[in-house]
């Protein structure tokens, strides 16, 4: 199964922030987690590029079946579905499962009155609310230009780092419910508030099987490039041979062939180099095959936060 998470900010422009691919093999019990970072340039000719030609400017263009075709582009993944998510959906999900623990790895403190946005975060392992949770996902830098440490991948790369490790949590805190007919009752409650191509019968053979699902079995990683100035403009430039070997490793991990998730996130390392800059908006997108079947070759998903 394939899907995708995203936190959309900018409802004027419909700005995809976020996207993330996100895939399951229920037969073997993996789960793999892929960003792409949203000024992913998608243009031709880098002259001319304007920010209409960055990933993130495409579902507002195309709709999310735009968006899941550019990530397959850059991929070479196969997408079969999509989910758009509204913000409300995070704040209420996190609630329903009664907040999450995580280690907020910086102080934020991050006011913009134009979209009514305060972040006010304090560095530590604490128990998230809904509320704060969106504050957490949509933080990118401080009110003084600061940001995540280098090593920890600064601005976007950061938040997107932070975006994937809190998805992790929410999961493992969902799963420990251990209650099928509870996840079921939450999978409803978010499908009656998103844009989807999926349905709940596509979603609902999966639950068993989700809830014995070993949250250590994820890898998580973000396709490989680097930033670069065009037309005045920074944008994010995917090295195409190494994010082919980057998503190779992860069908690998998928199918259980053996290679330490070491190898795997090392194939990423070399992405924490740039400067990204844009607004918001978040997109989900998600790929299902049928419960008894082993995922097949993956491609992305994308999914839109509004």
């Known amino acids: 199964m394939y899907w995708c998470y995203g936190v959309s900010e900018d409802l004027d422009s419909?700005?995809?922030?976020?996207?993330?691919?996100?895939s399951y093999n229920p037969k073997t019990q993996k789960a793999s987690m892929l960003s792409i970072p949203r000024d992913t340039f998608i243009g031709k000719n880098k002259l001319k590029a304007s920010g209409y030609d960055k990933i993130n400017a495409v579902y507002a263009a195309k709709g999310p079946e735009g968006s899941v075709k550019a990530v397959e582009q850059i991929t070479g993944m196969d997408i079969g579905y999509y989910v758009v998510v509204n913000n409300d959906v995070v704040i209420e999900l996190v609630n329903d499962i009664g907040g999450v623990?995580?280690?907020v790895p910086i102080d934020m403190n991050y006011?913009?009155?134009?979209?009514?946005?305060h972040i006010h975060l304090k560095a530590g392992y604490q128990k998230i609310d809904g509320d704060h949770a969106e504050q957490l996902l949509r933080f990118r830098h401080n009110n003084n230009g600061t940001s995540y440490p280098s090593e920890y991948g600064d601005?976007?790369?950061g938040r997107m780092k932070t975006q994937r490790d809190f998805s992790i949590e929410v999961a493992?805190?969902?799963?420990?419910?251990?209650?099928i007919t509870h996840i079921k009752s939450i999978m409803t409650t978010i499908f009656q508030n998103v844009e989807t191509n999926l349905t709940l019968d596509d979603i609902f053979p999966y639950v068993p099987w989700a809830v014995s699902f070993d949250t250590q079995n994820i890898s998580s990683n973000q396709v490989v490039g680097a930033s670069q100035k065009y037309n005045e403009l920074w944008f994010f430039v995917h090295d195409e041979e190494e994010t082919l070997q980057t998503v190779t490793k992860m069908q690998?991990?998928?199918?259980?062939?053996?290679?330490?998730?070491?190898?795997i996130s090392n194939t990423t390392n070399s992405t924490n180099s740039t400067k990204t800059t844009n607004q918001t908006n978040t997109s989900k997108t998600t790929k299902s095959t049928k419960a008894n079947n082993t995922t097949k070759n993956t491609k992305s998903g994308n999914t839109v936060k509004k």
């Open 14 to 22: 419909r700005l995809t922030d976020t996207i993330m691919v996100c």
């Open 101 to 103: 623990y995580f280690d």
């Open 111 to 117: 006011d913009d009155k134009t979209q009514d946005l």
């Open 155 to 157: 601005n976007d790369y």
């Open 172 to 179: 493992k805190q969902a799963l420990k419910l251990k209650n």
């Open 252 to 263: 690998r991990f998928l199918e259980g062939i053996e290679e330490s998730q070491e190898d």
